[in-house]
């Protein structure tokens, strides 16, 4: 009887080797989970996330709310205290988490399902008409300047609020990925079990998205994570230059109100820390998290 080891590819599949007692390879979220960085990711955003869905129990008053004494003092009542136009300013901190995560979550599932279908099918049709157009359209967005396009789009639109920051976060923010991804699929589409699809007469939509795809999991996590990051950084900037959704209460708005009312010179510093420490505390976590999942698709950086 034949025995055999396990060989561990960059998904975290295994592969036999006669002779050898098979060892199981470990799953994906275990190497994940094995990062002590990502680890610490994981645990800030779950506490993100629970304050978002658990919002209106935490947050002591509606986040609109204007009828309090203007400028008061962190207290029982008020934690941070008021701004200048009565709002708590805890309550607004608690809401804007539920905006950031909205943000991140749909911004990143757009910009990572356009840099998906570009990149994937610019790399398996490589040298072709195809490839040619897909890849000047992905260096065309990759060169315009994100940022200053993002506020043109924003600025000159009619209608503002949420659905318009993530369709421009999305649209914007796909390029990079688009092309990691592309010179993946372009080392992956001589193998054999992409010739074998073919000689079986799958169509490339097929041979793309269920064979190919999924031995790139961990990047396209990866860039799903990075997109995300960018797209919560994209809002919160949009919103501090005043081009925010006006009808909702985000840490991007609240830094702007701060701005606006001049909350520095006045010395309300819990006013302008707040969202900026949370902000940043959440995408740092973001980035922990894309740590572990580096592991994933790169056995040389794990430490075992």
């Known amino acids: 009887m034949t025995t055999g080891t396990t060989a561990t590819r960059g998904d975290g599949d295994t592969a036999t080797v006669e002779g050898v007692e098979p060892v ?3 799953r994906w979220y275990a190497i994940v989970w094995r990062s002590g960085k990502a680890r610490v990711g994981i645990v800030i955003l779950a506490v993100y996330v629970l304050v978002a869905v658990f919002a209106p129990l935490i947050a002591p008053y509606d986040p609109t709310r204007s009828d309090f004494d203007q400028l008061l003092e962190p207290s ?14 805890f309550s607004q901190l608690i ?10 979550l749909l911004g990143g599932l757009l910009s990572t399902a356009i840099a998906l279908v570009v990149g994937l099918i610019a790399g398996y049709t490589e040298g072709t008409l195809i490839d040619e157009v897909l890849s000047f359209v992905t260096n065309l967005a990759i060169v315009v300047p994100a940022l200053p396009l993002m506020i043109v789009l924003v600025s000159y639109s009619e209608v503002r ?7 421009v976060i999305g649209i914007i923010s796909w390029a990079g990925h688009a092309r990691a991804k592309r010179s993946q699929i372009i080392t992956l589409r001589n193998r054999d079990f992409v010739t074998a699809a073919k000689f079986a007469g799958d169509s490339m939509w097929r041979i793309v998205f269920r064979e190919i795809m999924p031995n790139m999991i961990s990047l396209v996590a990866a860039g799903f994570v990075g997109a995300a990051t960018g797209a919560i950084g994209a809002e ?11 009808g909702s209460v985000s840490w991007g708005t609240m830094l702007y109100q ?12 819990l006013w302008l820390l707040a969202p900026g420490l949370a902000l940043s505390i959440l995408i740092t976590a973001l980035v922990f998290i894309n740590f572990g999942i580096d592991l994933v698709g790169n056995p040389h950086l794990r430490d075992d």
Do not use: K, M
């Open 236 to 246: 919160a900037g949009l919103s501090f230059l005043g081009l925010g959704d006006p």
């Open 161 to 167: 609020g949420l659905p318009l920051i993530v369709f």
């Open 258 to 269: 701060a701005q606006l009312q001049g909350a520095e010179a006045q010395g309300l510093w």
């Open 95 to 104: 809401y804007g988490t539920r905006v950031s995560l909205l943000v991140g």
């Open 76 to 89: 029982a009542d008020h934690w941070l205290g008021t701004n200048t136009t009565g709002n708590d300013i």
């Open 24 to 26: 199981e390879s470990p």
